[in-house]
């Protein structure tokens, strides 16, 4: 078994930071990306941002300058600085962590979500 849990919403206004946090713990063997998603009320899920095995990074064009995805891979533990929080980026921020849980099985796993809101 694996679990996913973010942690670090909260309310802010405009222009305000806050930095969220995943952590997958349990049967993993080793991971191989996490990325973080953003769904806004009423829409789809996006992606955000993510980090593969390799440190390479990726972000949505909405969102680069802005937030920074980083991890601490001791703990398996990624984190989602996000600075210059604008109303847009309010929603529930989701972690998604694909790794494998034993040699060539490889699977992916959501968290439960984390709010953020800012709040003109």
């Known amino acids: 078994q694996v679990q996913v849990v973010e942690s670090g919403g909260g309310s802010v206004h405009p222009g305000g930071s806050l930095r969220l946090s995943c952590v997958a713990s349990?049967?993993?063997?080793?991971?191989?990306?996490m990325t973080w998603y953003h769904q806004a009320p009423g829409k789809q899920r996006e992606l955000v941002a993510g980090?593969?095995?390799?440190?390479?990074?990726y972000y949505a064009a909405s969102v680069k300058g802005r937030f920074t995805i980083s991890r601490d891979d001791g703990k398996n533990t990624w984190y989602l600085q996000m600075n210059s929080l604008k109303p847009e980026d309010t929603g529930v921020y989701y972690c998604?962590?694909?790794?494998?849980?034993?040699?060539?099985?490889?699977?992916?796993?959501w968290g439960q979500g984390t709010q953020v809101t800012v709040i003109s």
């Open positions: 998604n962590a694909q790794l494998y849980t034993k040699p060539a099985a490889m699977s992916d796993y």
């Open positions: 349990g049967s993993i063997f080793s991971m191989i990306a």
């Open positions: 980090m593969d095995s390799g440190w390479n990074t």
